[in-house]
């Protein structure tokens, strides 16, 4: 079966300072590999996404996410936090196709604060 | 364009009603997928809607329905409700079915807050 284990709920950081939200994932085979951050009353909104091209991942708004298939890991980082940050993130996996349809599985969520 | 729409955004129901949530898809979109997110948890898919067909289900009783019309739009329907139920209903849509090709996105909506008391 696959799953994300998002292994933080809750992460606060000092704004200008480094991001690290951590993920490990479960799969049998090769998945896709996403991060979605979703901010208050706002839907979800993909950040960056893997799907077996390169292990490095650039996203959207200065985040960056590094795919080890040793680790089973997919951690989302960033080099500066910004105040606009502030969010709840979801590591996601999308498992090979299956029957004809596809989902997605989301973590459980790591909310992220950012202080001045 | 618009992106994802739902309606309404906001809904209190009574337990025992039933519920009906809509969403109009990206324009050009045919793929359309529902998912529950109760509160301090991630979202869990509910249903998949390919070409007016449904393509998955995940592990909802069946008091959950949907069906997508000829414009590509959804409807979720939720019968019986329970106080559990109370959650926020997101839809998802994409340009098509994800075996079709590792880049296809998926693209959320507001999303639907359910309260059932």
């Known amino acids: 079966a696959q799953s994300v284990t998002q292994l933080d709920s809750h992460v606060s950081v000092s704004e200008g300072t480094p991001v690290l939200l951590r993920c490990n994932y479960s799969s049998s085979y090769s998945p896709s590999l996403f991060w979605y951050v979703q901010h208050p009353n706002k839907g979800l909104q993909l950040l960056l996404k893997y799907t077996s091209a390169a292990t490095l991942v650039k996203g959207i708004n200065g985040f960056e996410a590094e795919f080890k298939k040793s680790e089973t890991s997919f951690h989302l980082t960033k080099p500066s936090a910004h105040m606009s940050d502030a969010a709840e993130y979801f590591c996601v996996v999308r498992p090979p196709l299956v029957g004809g349809y596809n989902k997605l599985i989301f973590g459980a969520g790591t909310r992220l604060a950012v202080h001045p | 364009d618009a992106g994802v729409t739902q309606s309404p955004t906001h809904l209190i129901k009574t337990r025992g009603q039933h519920v009906t949530l809509r969403c109009s898809p990206i324009s050009g979109h045919k793929s359309v997928s529902w998912y529950q997110q109760v509160l301090g948890q991630g979202p869990q898919f509910i249903f998949q809607?390919?070409?007016?067909?449904?393509?998955g289900r995940g592990n909802f009783p069946d008091r959950f329905s949907a069906r997508q019309f000829p414009n590509y739009s959804s409807e979720l329907n939720v019968n019986a409700l329970l106080l559990g139920d109370s959650a926020l209903y997101l839809c998802?849509?994409?340009?098509?079915?994800?075996?079709?090709?590792?880049?296809?996105?998926?693209?959320f909506g507001q999303g639907t807050r359910l309260t059932v008391v």
């Open positions: 998802a849509s994409s340009s098509g079915r994800m075996d079709r090709g590792p880049n296809t996105e998926a693209f």
């Open positions: 809607y390919y070409e007016k067909e449904e393509r």
